[in-house]
């Protein structure tokens, strides 16, 4: 709702799982995901204070942070190192092992996949699918609508391309 | 998304649904974020919460009391100068110097010009109008000063190389470094004067690297002070009596330093292990006294800004953390605040005054 702004606390329990996953897809890597969300929401605690409800969604607001966040932290320790690390194989703290199921699997393929896309596709996908409309996506790209549109249309159909190589 | 989805965007929401952060992490962070609070909010707050908000004025006196006793006996006296050589230690004002609020120049002894308290990052962060300051607080003619030399990053590249920790990347933003040792992580962090905070480290134990032997709040208590032993880092020098809390699954145990500032404060899971620990590092304070001003209202009047009006009808006395690279401070300021609205929304405009000079 535009001008009503929420307790941060609020936005914090909202929003910590899609910006995690988000971030997650960026930065391949449990620990580095964990240490990038966490200062993803210490900035947005410190920047609050100044973020008018009005210029942008919560949503997009926290996303733009997060996208920053994750752009320096892979610009900072080079990007190829860290996904050939998460390639190679991170291990992965299941809560139950009774959940390691094909499905499961499937899922960490696929977003392995999307580990490997171009940056501004990646992007595009990953903030699709935490949840944000193509306005808001376009919003924090710094692109219009419909060129976020296209955008990630290209790339689910590299990722449908690389599904199927890997199906191969 | 109201177009048509294929099977892959159904497969791609299911994956990205299914990345959860690892159990305990929303709290941890949480508690890290409630720690980088500033003393003043924290204060604030913890005074909201027992509805002391009308005494406030009345009680920052008796909190500069508090404040400046707690010092002293920590630090061994007004005149302590445990750190500083001659060439950089307190200097003393001119005996014959007039002061303000009638007070003789001759018991006065500083460090010299203190950098300015950081402005608050609560409340509205824009310029405003201050139409009328209706608030004010009582000081005495001198208050404390504690200072300390800030920690370089070599020091803690020694602290860390002390614990058999070696240097382990990526380096968080604003800290020193971020160590590994057997069966822990380490992050060393310099003064942040928008948290509050003084230098500290931030330790992360490996899953279930030590768990309390009892659920009582002694056992749990003693287990975390061992643990805090380890990194020489053990609460003591005007450290209050431990709280041990419990909450959603998880144990708090904190010693306050001082009314103001954050001290020790210890995450542990429902399992009683330790899951972070985060400690102020050890300082070499020394203290000094400043003369307070006589009146510090008329700066709020320097000409119209360009932002909303608002009447400044709060004010408290506070210690603030503040730093100018070299040596790190801990400095009285007087906290103003006044709420207005814009737009239909309320906002609050909180600045910080220094209460020296």
Known sequence: MPGDKPPFEELYRDFLNRIYAYVRAQVGSQADAEDVTSQVFIKAWEAYPRYEPQGATPASWLFRIARNAALDHLRAAGRKERLARAVANEPEALEDPAQLAAERIQHRALLTLVERLPERQREAISLRHSGLSFAEVGQILGSSEDAAKMLYHRALRVLREAAAGEAG | ?357
Do not use: C
């Open chain 2, 1 to 357: 998304m109201s177009e048509p989805r294929d099977r892959l965007e159904e497969r791609l929401d299911q994956a990205f649904a299914s990345i959860r952060p690892r159990r305990g992490f929303e709290d941890e962070l949480w508690t890290r974020i409630q720690a980088r609070r500033s003393p003043w909010a924290r204060f604030l707050e913890s005074a909201r919460r027992v509805q002391l908000g009308p005494a406030l004025g009345g009680l920052a006196v008796l909190l500069v009391v508090v404040v400046a006793g707690g010092l002293l006996l920590q630090h061994g006296g007004p005149h302590a100068s445990s750190a500083g050589s001659a060439a950089e230690g307190p200097t003393r004002t001119a005996p014959n110097a007039a002061q303000p609020n009638g007070a003789a120049g001759a018991d006065v002894v500083t460090f010299g010009p203190l950098p300015p308290p950081p402005q608050p990052t609560g409340g509205y962060a824009g310029p405003v109008n201050v139409t009328a300051v209706t608030a004010s607080v009582a000081v005495p003619a001198r208050l404390p000063v504690t200072r300390y030399r800030e920690w370089s990053a070599a020091q803690a590249d020694a602290y860390a190389a002390g614990l058999n920790a070696q240097p382990a990347g990526p380096v968080p933003a604003g800290a020193l470094g971020r160590y590994a040792g057997k069966d822990f992580t380490l992050v060393l962090y310099p003064t942040d004067t928008a948290a509050g905070t003084e230098p500290r480290v931030v330790i992360t134990p490996a899953p279930g690297a030590l768990r309390a032997a009892g659920s009582d709040d002694a056992a749990i208590t003693t287990a975390v002070t061992d643990y805090l032993s380890r990194f020489n880092v053990a609460p003591g020098g005007g450290a209050q009596s431990p709280s041990v809390a419990r909450s959603g699954g998880q144990v708090l145990v904190r010693w306050a330093l001082s009314p103001l500032r954050q001290g020790w404060l210890v995450t542990l899971g429902a399992d009683l292990s330790i899951l972070m620990a985060e400690a102020p590092l050890p300082l070499s304070p020394e203290v000094a006294f400043y003369a307070t001003p006589t009146s510090t209202k008329q700066v709020f009047f320097g000409g119209p800004s360009g932002g909303p009006n608002v009447v400044l009808d709060t004010a408290e006395l506070v210690y603030v953390v503040a730093s100018d690279g070299t040596y790190g401070y801990f400095e009285p300021a007087i906290l103003y605040s006044g709420r207005f609205t814009q737009g239909g929304v309320t906002y609050q405009k909180q600045v910080l005054l220094p209460a020296v000079h």
